[in-house]
């Protein structure tokens, strides 16, 4: 919504995974199994960066200023972002981010400069800024910085598991394809308007440190939309449905489904008939409704409600003037009854094709998986290693879990949120088999509006689809729904979880945070599930319609 | 290692380079420092330098014109002939473009040589000590201070094959604190954008913290509803960014927002609101001075990369109630029939006639609300443009005229379209910053408004 450079906003859902893919998931507790492919398969011309002359000559004159610890991240971003309107192309921006940052603990403060030159003289000189602004606000930091300690990775390498770089493929191509799709939605006499947008990032990530930690990474992940607008010239309103493929950790055979994880003939097929059928759709009777939730809403939810509500940083007020604080403060670590004792969140940076999967974080810090809430119980956050270090007796656990992420070179490192999912029941139910419990409720699709309270207790959310269920079966389409309720009292109220057949991994690029403003991708996988007795308001009456 | 090359040495020579039909050159360089505080005690802090170069190519053929564009940070004499030819080949392969028109054209404007403009952690040096002094008043008082400061030098650098050459400058900074009391049951906030951080008062904001703090220490329960609501300028400059973020002209004649005439277009012409209300973009406006040109990295709704350097003026988007003008391309002008109105970086909203501040229209509330800023605003319904969000950090108790004491905090469900017609009362506009936006878009000038009516819809819990 920032005027210039049109971001998509935050969209998407993928289809089904395949069985063996979820098991994958589901039990790889270690990085062990993951591909550890070797610096030949990275991008050749990252490769060839100045890397570690800049690398080692920033560390050494660190180490000459008597620095207690520093590191130097080198990034290459490449992003490309096409929007077509109509089926024509409307505009596209091809970038590349280069740059690094140096990031010092001086006489036990904090200091970070980055620069764009990749020399030697630049490395230098961003060290002695980082240098002097540790000094400037030495005497405003009454609390010395210790980090965690971590093993130290010599020369690691890592690189996301993908087929085909989408920046190997023509734009043209890319455009073609998605002029294809935006036809095929427009050419349906209901539809008016079709928008398309595929973002696509290849990250690149050198990281040096004073400890003796180097890790070379690589990793892929791109977003493809395509949205339709029916009018009701009529009426006098509209209504838009969008795809609900997620945006994704994977290669251009995920845009054309020639990985056969998005079935893009059904999905450009089915979308004008259910905007069609949501245009005509009545008006939702606000109240108290069961819900069945399905992953491609759920994931949102989870988002909001529970990864950003167990950041510590948030916990602790490092984001209170921003991004917010929690309810989940670290002395309910153990005690705090989050959600009914079906629920099982884990947080991870290892799940095959996840936004935040990645190799070692940003502070040298090994990939791992871990709970957050446990029978329903808070167990867990999600650290870096300053965190780690202060909060070492509450937390049970004196290692970072690798949290930390810049989302380029020219900022500084701040926790960043993990694959945070809700973990399916084994030999749980099926959608429809949780659709089957209820004899009145709403089956939700697909998210859209999302808002939430800077402590995480208030949350109201909208969708793509509502589904009126009656007597256990699917009874049509509803609209102007929205669904509200307190954090804690919502997921207690979850009273059936689906099974690992109902799992989806879903996800965001754009998720916010920090001063200055700082966006990350991050998945989060769920089953459908099923809550009770949760507040439904119809949006049409709250905006006076 | 090749010295590094000055921002109008790259832009001729990429310009030199190319062998497309026409060619824009953006060089964005920008300086930043900022310190950042939690706890009464600084967390991060940084100074950073960016550039980045941007080439538009554009290529005619019989069927019309097309366009590419390409940018790279990290440029060097050696790098720069793969970035022009990767933008002609990108245009060469992209098909015409909907929104080709001819180039700007122009010449080089003074200011043209001027390096870019920069500021370094040095930019804190009055400011530090006071922050150093905040921080142990606060503690010593039992108070938690967190916040951010940041300063930013950016400068635009914009030639073209049709002769442009433009520079445009660009200070921009902001101090925000959230102070708490010790028991995390109270909250307040300040906020406020200034072009020389500098001049910031810390000392004042500190006071006024502590005022805010002061009205908090009696806390009444109350449930949602409509109140009668003043809402300060910062509240007021969340929700009409986000209005004037739903401008787009090419977006209301597709019919998908709620400036669309449903199967007819847009409904410029059509009266808002029965106030005397404008809502204006003016380049030059004291305090909130912004670029006085187009500057268009891609194309979209409402940029073209084909009106780069097109001036913009003060424009009334909505003038004495009625809506006026759109966020238009020349290509989306033609399309719609309007004017050619550009994006501005800045907007402002007055109320005919109104004047005073935010204490003066507390003083007219016998029983209501005043607010202090708002949080995490989306979208409900675009057809209203129904939004929803929170009040944060301070709502208080108006009783009689004066504040009585501190309210929860509460999700609204309010449109800011409907609001414009349900003005009870205004003050006067003044430089105003957003909490909600206004990292990304910092300059506007807001009035306070009283609305007799917000939907606040339910209660939040957050403290």
């Given at each position: 919504?920032?005027?210039?450079?049109?971001?998509?906003?935050?969209?998407?859902?993928?289809?089904?995974?395949?069985?063996?893919?979820?098991?994958?998931?589901?039990?790889?507790?270690?990085?062990?199994?993951?591909?550890?492919?070797?610096?030949?398969?990275?991008?050749?011309?990252?490769?060839?960066?100045?890397?570690?002359?800049?690398?080692?000559?920033?560390?050494?004159?660190?180490?000459?200023?008597?620095?207690?610890?520093?590191?130097?991240?080198?990034?290459?971003?490449?992003?490309?972002?096409?929007?077509?309107?109509?089926?024509?192309?409307?505009?596209?921006?091809?970038?590349?981010?280069?740059?690094?940052?140096?990031?010092?603990?001086?006489?036990?403060?904090?200091?970070?400069?980055?620069?764009?030159?990749?020399?030697?003289?630049?490395?230098?000189?961003?060290?002695?800024?980082?240098?002097?602004?540790?000094?400037?606000?030495?005497?405003?930091?009454?609390?010395?910085?210790?980090?965690?300690?971590?093993?130290?990775?010599?020369?690691?390498?890592?690189?996301?598991?993908?087929?085909?770089?989408?920046?190997?493929?023509?734009?043209?191509?890319?455009?073609?394809?998605?002029?294809?799709?935006?036809?095929?939605?427009?050419?349906?006499?209901?539809?008016?308007?079709?928008?398309?947008?595929?973002?696509?990032?290849?990250?690149?990530?050198?990281?040096?440190?004073?400890?003796?930690?180097?890790?070379?990474?690589?990793?892929?992940?791109?977003?493809?939309?395509?949205?339709?607008?029916?009018?009701?010239?009529?009426?006098?309103?509209?209504?838009?449905?969008?795809?609900?493929?997620?945006?994704?950790?994977?290669?251009?055979?995920?845009?054309?489904?020639?990985?056969?994880?998005?079935?893009?003939?059904?999905?450009?097929?089915?979308?004008?008939?259910?905007?069609?059928?949501?245009?005509?759709?009545?008006?939702?009777?606000?109240?108290?409704?069961d819900?069945v939730?399905?992953?491609?809403?759920?994931?949102?939810?989870?988002?909001?409600?529970?990864?950003?509500?167990?950041?510590?940083?948030?916990?602790?007020?490092?984001?209170?003037?921003?991004?917010?604080?929690?309810?989940?403060?670290?002395?309910?670590?153990?005690?705090?009854?989050?959600?009914?004792?079906?629920?099982?969140?884990?947080?991870?940076?290892?799940?095959?094709?996840?936004?935040?999967?990645?190799?070692?974080?940003?502070?040298?810090?090994?990939?791992?998986?871990?709970?957050?809430?446990?029978?329903?119980?808070?167990?867990?956050?999600?650290?870096?290693?300053?965190?780690?270090?202060?909060?070492?007796?509450?937390?049970?656990?004196?290692?970072?879990?690798?949290?930390?992420?810049?989302?380029?070179?020219?900022?500084?490192?701040?926790?960043?949120?993990?694959?945070?999912?809700?973990?399916?029941?084994?030999?749980?139910p099926s959608t429809a088999e949780l659709i089957e419990q209820l004899d009145r409720g709403?089956y939700?699709?697909?998210?859209?509006?999302?808002?939430?309270?800077?402590?995480?207790?208030?949350?109201?959310?909208?969708?793509?689809?509502?589904?009126?269920i009656e007597n256990g079966q699917l009874a049509?389409?509803?609209?102007?729904?929205?669904?509200?309720?307190?954090?804690?009292?919502?997921?207690?109220?979850?009273?059936a979880?689906g099974?690992?057949?109902?799992?989806?991994?879903?996800?965001?690029?754009?998720?916010?945070?920090?001063?200055?403003?700082?966006?990350?991708?991050?998945?989060?996988?769920?089953?459908a599930?099923l809550?009770?007795?949760?507040?439904?308001?119809?949006?049409?009456?709250?905006?006076?319609? | 290692?090749?010295?590094?090359?000055?921002?109008?040495?790259?832009?001729?020579?990429?310009?030199?380079?190319?062998?497309?039909?026409?060619?824009?050159?953006?060089?964005?360089?920008?300086?930043?420092?900022?310190?950042?505080?939690?706890?009464?005690?600084?967390?991060?802090?940084?100074?950073?330098?960016?550039?980045?170069?941007?080439?538009?190519?554009?290529?005619?053929?019989?069927?019309?014109?097309?366009?590419?564009?390409?940018?790279?940070?990290?440029?060097?004499?050696?790098?720069?002939?793969?970035?022009?030819?990767?933008?002609?080949?990108?245009?060469?392969?992209?098909?015409?473009?909907?929104?080709?028109?001819?180039?700007?054209?122009?010449?080089?404007?003074?200011?043209?040589?001027?390096?870019?403009?920069?500021?370094?952690?040095?930019?804190?040096?009055?400011?530090?000590?006071?922050?150093?002094?905040?921080?142990?008043?606060?503690?010593?008082?039992?108070?938690?201070?967190?916040?951010?400061?940041?300063?930013?030098?950016?400068?635009?650098?914009?030639?073209?094959?049709?002769?442009?050459?433009?520079?445009?400058?660009?200070?921009?900074?902001?101090?925000?604190?959230?102070?708490?009391?010790?028991?995390?049951?109270?909250?307040?906030?300040?906020?406020?954008?200034?072009?020389?951080?500098?001049?910031?008062?810390?000392?004042?904001?500190?006071?006024?913290?502590?005022?805010?703090?002061?009205?908090?220490?009696?806390?009444?329960?109350?449930?949602?509803?409509?109140?009668?609501?003043?809402?300060?300028?910062?509240?007021?400059?969340?929700?009409?960014?986000?209005?004037?973020?739903?401008?787009?002209?090419?977006?209301?004649?597709?019919?998908?927002?709620?400036?669309?005439?449903?199967?007819?277009?847009?409904?410029?012409?059509?009266?808002?609101?029965?106030?005397?209300?404008?809502?204006?973009?003016?380049?030059?406006?004291?305090?909130?001075?912004?670029?006085?040109?187009?500057?268009?990295?891609?194309?979209?709704?409402?940029?073209?990369?084909?009106?780069?350097?097109?001036?913009?003026?003060?424009?009334?988007?909505?003038?004495?109630?009625?809506?006026?003008?759109?966020?238009?391309?020349?290509?989306?002008?033609?399309?719609?029939?309007?004017?050619?109105?550009?994006?501005?970086?800045?907007?402002?909203?007055?109320?005919?006639?109104?004047?005073?501040?935010?204490?003066?229209?507390?003083?007219?509330?016998?029983?209501?609300?005043?607010?202090?800023?708002?949080?995490?605003?989306?979208?409900?319904?675009?057809?209203?443009?129904?939004?929803?969000?929170?009040?944060?950090?301070?709502?208080?108790?108006?009783?009689?005229?004066?504040?009585?004491?501190?309210?929860?905090?509460?999700?609204?469900?309010?449109?800011?379209?409907?609001?414009?017609?349900?003005?009870?009362?205004?003050?006067?506009?003044?430089?105003?910053?957003?909490?909600?936006?206004?990292?990304?878009?910092?300059?506007?000038?807001?009035?306070?408004?009283?609305?007799?009516?917000?939907?606040?819809?339910?209660?939040?819990?957050?403290?």
């Open positions: 919504m920032v005027p210039d450079e049109s971001i998509p906003p935050v969209r998407s859902l993928e289809p089904r995974r395949s069985a063996a893919e979820l098991r994958r998931s589901a039990t790889v507790e270690s990085r062990t199994g993951y591909a550890r492919r070797m610096p030949t398969d990275m991008d050749a011309t990252f490769l060839a960066l100045p890397m570690r002359a800049l690398g080692d000559a920033a560390l050494q004159r660190a180490q000459e200023l008597s620095v207690q610890h520093a590191d130097f991240r080198l990034e290459r971003i490449r992003s490309q972002h096409i929007s077509l309107r109509d089926g024509r192309l409307e505009g596209t921006h091809d970038g590349e981010d280069v740059g690094f940052g140096v990031r010092v603990v001086h006489e036990g403060t904090w200091g970070f400069a980055a620069a764009v030159d990749l020399t030697t003289d630049e490395a230098v000189r961003a060290v002695e800024q980082a240098v002097e602004i540790a000094r400037t606000a030495h005497d405003m930091s009454p609390q010395r910085i210790d980090l965690a300690d971590e093993p130290v990775y010599p020369n690691r390498t890592w690189t996301s598991a993908y087929r085909i770089d989408p920046f190997t493929v023509t734009e043209a191509d890319k455009i073609q394809v998605m002029a294809d799709y935006s036809r095929r939605v427009l050419d349906h006499p209901r539809v008016d308007h079709v928008t398309a947008h595929l973002g696509q990032v290849l990250e690149g990530k050198y990281y040096a440190d004073t400890s003796g930690t180097v890790t070379t990474q690589q990793r892929v992940r791109l977003h493809p939309v395509v949205e339709a607008l029916a009018v009701d010239t009529a009426g006098g309103g509209f209504e838009t449905m969008r795809t609900l493929a997620a945006p994704a950790g994977r290669g251009w055979e995920y845009v054309t489904g020639s990985d056969g994880v998005v079935h893009w003939d059904a999905v450009l097929e089915e979308l004008p008939e259910l905007l069609t059928e949501k245009l005509a759709a009545p008006s939702v009777e606000p109240g108290e409704y819900l939730i399905d992953p491609t809403n759920l994931w949102l939810t989870i988002h909001e409600s529970i990864g950003h509500a167990t950041e510590l940083d948030r916990a602790l007020g490092y984001e209170a003037n921003y991004a917010g604080t929690s309810f989940a403060t670290p002395d309910k670590l153990g005690n705090l009854n989050y959600g009914s004792p079906l629920m099982h969140v884990t947080a991870d940076r290892i799940a095959p094709h996840g936004l935040a999967t990645i190799g070692f974080d940003d502070e040298g810090v090994e990939a791992q998986r871990w709970d957050i809430v446990r029978d329903g119980i808070l167990v867990g956050y999600q650290l870096d290693r300053q965190m780690a270090r202060m909060m070492a007796d509450t937390l049970d656990t004196s290692r970072s879990n690798g949290c930390a992420y810049a989302d380029s070179p020219g900022h500084v490192a701040v926790q960043r949120m993990a694959n945070v999912s809700l973990q399916p029941a084994d030999g749980g709403i939700i699709v697909g998210d859209k509006s999302w808002s939430i309270d800077m402590q995480r207790y208030n949350f109201q959310f909208t969708g793509q689809r509502f589904h009126r049509g389409q509803l609209k102007d729904v929205a669904y509200q309720a307190t954090t804690t009292d919502f997921w207690r109220s979850m009273a979880v099974g690992p057949q109902t799992y989806v991994l879903s996800g965001a690029f754009n998720c916010g945070k920090g001063q200055p403003g700082q966006v990350a991708p991050v998945s989060h996988g769920c089953p599930a809550f009770r007795q949760v507040r439904i308001l119809n949006t049409a009456a709250e905006g006076g319609r | 290692m090749t010295a590094p090359m000055t921002p109008q040495q790259i832009v001729e020579r990429c310009l030199e380079l190319s062998k497309a039909d026409g060619c824009v050159v953006l060089v964005d360089e920008s300086h930043s420092a900022n310190l950042r505080w939690a706890n009464n005690t600084l967390t991060t802090n940084g100074v950073m330098r960016s550039r980045s170069v941007t080439v538009v190519s554009t290529i005619a053929d019989g069927s019309g014109t097309a366009s590419g564009v390409v940018a790279r940070s990290a440029v060097t004499p050696e790098t720069l002939e793969s970035l022009v030819r990767a933008s002609e080949e990108t245009a060469r392969h992209n098909g015409p473009a909907e929104d080709a028109r001819p180039l700007v054209e122009g010449t080089a404007a003074s200011g043209w040589d001027q390096p870019s403009g920069e500021t370094s952690v040095g930019v804190f040096g009055s400011l530090s000590p006071a922050l150093g002094e905040a921080f142990a008043r606060a503690s010593r008082e039992g108070r938690r201070s967190y916040g951010y400061v940041e300063h930013s030098v950016a400068t635009t650098y914009l030639g073209s094959s049709t002769g442009l050459r433009l520079r445009h400058e660009q200070p921009t900074g902001h101090i925000t604190i959230t102070a708490k009391s010790a028991d995390l049951q109270r909250s307040a906030w300040v906020g406020q954008a200034s072009r020389d951080v500098s001049q910031v008062d810390v000392t004042a904001l500190d006071a006024e913290l502590v005022r805010r703090l002061g009205w908090a220490k009696r806390i009444v329960e109350l449930p949602a509803g409509h109140y009668d609501t003043v809402l300060p300028p910062s509240a007021v400059a969340d929700l009409m960014i986000y209005l004037y973020w739903t401008m787009s002209a090419r977006d209301a004649h597709d019919g998908r927002t709620v400036f669309s005439k449903p199967g007819q277009g847009t409904r410029v012409g059509e009266r808002l609101s029965a106030r005397a209300v404008s809502l204006w973009s003016d380049p030059a406006a004291a305090g909130v001075q912004c670029a006085p040109i187009v500057v268009a990295h891609a194309s979209s709704a409402e940029h073209s990369v084909f009106d780069n350097g097109l001036p913009v003026r003060r424009t009334a988007w909505i003038a004495d109630g009625t809506l006026r003008a759109l966020l238009q391309t020349r290509h989306s002008a033609e399309v719609t029939g309007l004017d050619a109105t550009p994006p501005i970086d800045n907007l402002g909203l007055t109320v005919d006639g109104s004047a005073g501040s935010v204490d003066d229209l507390v003083s007219g509330v016998d029983r209501g609300l005043l607010l202090t800023c708002l949080w995490y605003i989306r979208e409900v319904d675009p057809q209203t443009l129904l939004l929803t969000g929170l009040t944060r950090d301070g709502v208080y108790r108006i009783e009689d005229g004066e504040v009585s004491g501190a309210v929860n905090n509460f999700r609204f469900n309010e449109s800011p379209v409907a609001l414009l017609d349900r003005i009870g009362a205004a003050g006067g506009t003044s430089p105003a910053f957003s909490r909600e936006w206004g990292d990304y878009f910092p300059r506007t000038a807001m009035p306070p408004l009283r609305v007799p009516d917000f939907n606040m819809s339910s209660v939040s819990p957050a403290s």
